[in-house]
Structure formats: C-alpha cells, structure tokens
C-alpha cells in the first residue's frame, strides 16, 4: 500500500504504525526496556529510555514503509533523498566487506551502493513464510542487488570477495553458531563471527556502512575508512580481535543515536552452547 503513497505521508503511516505496536504490544516495551537497563543502568533515566524506545518503534515502522521504495532507488532518487560520504574509501578493484546494523533505514543500504554503480550484494536472513520470502526478496533484489541467505553464505561469502563484490552483512543479533564473545555496551555477549572469517580468508578490506535519518527524512549515508584489522599467525586471536573491533563501531553508532538501533531484539541473551564450543575451540 505504500508504495502508492508520496514518500512523506507514508512515512508518516509507517511511523504510526510503528508506534502503535509498541503500545499494544508488551513484549517490545519489556525487551527494550531490559536491553536499556543493561546497556545504561541509571545513567539514562526511565523517561529517556522510554523517548528511545518510541524512537526506536517509530523508526521501525518508517523502515517498513519505505521498503517498497527499493525498486525506485536509482541515481535521481539518491541525488533527491540521500547524502553519501566516504565512496573515496572504497576500492573498486576488489571486493570488501560491509558490516552493518539494524540502524536508520539498514534496508536501504545495499541498493543505494547499487545506485553508485558498486557491485553490490548482501546477507539476508529468509523470512519463514515462502510466499512472503520470495516478495521480499524480489523487492531486494530489483535493482541488482544479489541476495545471499544467511544459512547458506557461509561458503558463498569468501568467494563473492574474491570475485569483486561489496557484500554486506548485518551483525548487531545475537547469533545462534559461528560467534565469538565480545563487549557491547558495556555487557559481555556473543557476536557473529563468520563475515570476518571470510574477509580475513578472502584479504578484502572492511568497511562500516550505516543511514542517519535528519529532520525531513533526508537520509545520509556514511562508508567508513578500512577498520584496521589484525591479521597474524594466530588466525583464532585474529578473529576475536576483529570480531571486537566490528562490535566497537556498531556501538559508537549506537551511542551517537540511540533511536536509530533496534533495541527489541534480546542482544545480550546467554548462549551456553556457544560458550562450550568456544571454550572447547580454544582449548585444542
């Protein structure tokens, strides 16, 4: 339906939408809230969380309305609506990594990296629904943009590096295998580990990608500079560093606008399983 809408009256529903669930839907306050108890504590007061969290909803929403504008994301419509800073940081002549988050309009990024003529492609986790997967992946893939299903990039992922590619990946959940732990806001939790596995296997630099939504809903997009990362002898240190190193600028992002992350999602729950393997791994 919103794609029938003009931009601004859809974000507008989108926004409300997104309000609306957090009100009548319990378990995105309590989550949200226990996410910002743990990453603040008392530093931020219950009416500061709260604002953020309804940012947080809000924001949610205007994505989901915005979505169905994918196919229409070509040079005008970037010159119309978006700002990009740091394309100079990318080599074309080879592939890199994008890590990215649940921030601003994270759906966004790949096809506007299409729309600047980069090679573009990104890791996808498949909707459990088949009927509405194959939609919402026709509407990502519809300006070129190659889709990679998360559970199935693992042996992908290396080798679209080594070909050109831009990939990028969202890494802000908390995962279920291929982790390593880390520090996020201050708390320990786990980490995805696999897209760094494979721009350290492939040699292909990293780069932070993220959208910040100004006044108006004109959207700037910011590519950062390669991380530095290490890459020594120890291939297993190598990751846990890295690893650290990607988590660090998601949370610099995070705390540079609170609203723009998705705090619903339980990011520091326990993964005894991965803390055996870890342990397990790291004791050979």
Not at 33 to 50: F, H, P, T, V, W
Not at 154 to 166: I, S
Request: with cysteine.
């Amino acid at each position: 339906m919103t794609q029938w809408l003009p931009l601004g009256a859809a974000r507008r529903l989108g926004k409300a939408f997104g309000l609306l669930a957090y009100f009548v839907v319990p378990r995105l306050h309590r989550i949200g809230m226990e996410n910002l108890n743990q990453a603040y504590g008392d530093s931020l007061s219950r009416r500061e969380k709260i604002r953020i969290l309804k940012q947080t909803a809000s924001n949610m929403g205007i994505v989901a309305a915005e979505f169905s504008r994918i196919p229409r994301i070509d040079k005008e419509f970037v010159r119309d609506h978006i700002s990009i800073s740091g394309l100079e940081h990318i080599d074309r002549s080879r592939g890199a990594l994008f890590i990215a988050a649940h921030y601003g309009n994270w759906e966004w990024l790949a096809p506007v990296l299409r729309a600047a003529d980069v090679p573009a492609a990104e890791v996808v986790r498949p909707l459990d629904h088949p009927v509405l997967e194959a939609f919402v992946d026709t509407i990502r893939q519809s300006n070129g943009v190659i889709t990679l299903q998360r559970d199935e990039a693992g042996a992908n992922l290396a080798r679209m590096l080594r070909e050109g590619y831009m990939v990028g990946v969202l890494i802000d959940q908390n995962p279920k295998s291929a982790a390593a732990p880390v520090t996020f806001l201050g708390r320990p939790c786990w980490a995805t580990a696999a897209p760094v596995i494979a721009a350290l296997r492939a040699r292909a630099p990293v780069h932070g990608i993220r959208a910040i939504r100004h006044a108006g809903g004109r959207y700037h997009f910011e590519i950062t500079p390669p991380i530095s990362f290490e890459r020594n002898a120890d291939f297993r240190q190598d990751v846990a560093v890295n690893v650290q190193r990607c988590q660090n600028l998601i949370e610099q992002w995070v705390r540079e606008h609170p609203g723009h992350w998705m705090w619903f999602h339980r990011r520091w729950r326990p993964r005894p399983s991965l803390a055996r393997k870890w342990t397990a791994r790291n004791s050979d």
